[in-house]
């Protein structure tokens, strides 16, 4: 499965931006997904996860109230709406594919990464 992320770019703070990630075949619609992030020396981290339904999210405490995954599974695409940004948001995002139908958070639960989108937040 090979995955494209898009829609990140340079925003103010208090913007929002609407990442998305497209599979290139339907497995990843039987699967739990995920968004995780990288800054600048820092470890990726947990952002955001869906089960393959799309009926249970979980959110990094970070970005609860703030970030809303979604998917469609009719367009291989799963979605994070990023709302109210700050320049602690910047990192790289990457979209991934679980290992299992579920939501999960655990980044050794993923198989499939895309190449990610950076995302600038500026004060």
């Known amino acids: 499965v090979q995955l494209q992320a898009s829609g990140g770019g340079l925003v103010q703070a208090g913007d929002s931006l609407r990442l998305s990630c497209t599979a290139s075949r339907r497995t990843s619609s039987n699967n739990g997904m995920g968004w995780f992030r990288q800054g600048p020396g820092k470890e990726r981290e947990f952002v955001a996860t869906?089960?393959?339904?799309?009926?249970?999210?979980y959110y990094a405490d970070s970005v609860k109230g703030r970030f809303t995954i979604s998917r469609d599974n009719a367009k291989n695409t799963l979605y994070l709406q990023m709302n109210s940004l700050k320049p602690e948001d910047t990192a790289v995002y990457y979209c991934s594919v679980a290992r299992f139908a579920s939501s999960t958070q655990r980044i050794a639960d993923y198989q499939y990464w895309g190449q990610g989108t950076q995302v600038t937040v500026s004060s």
């Open positions: 869906i089960n393959w339904r799309g009926g249970s999210t």
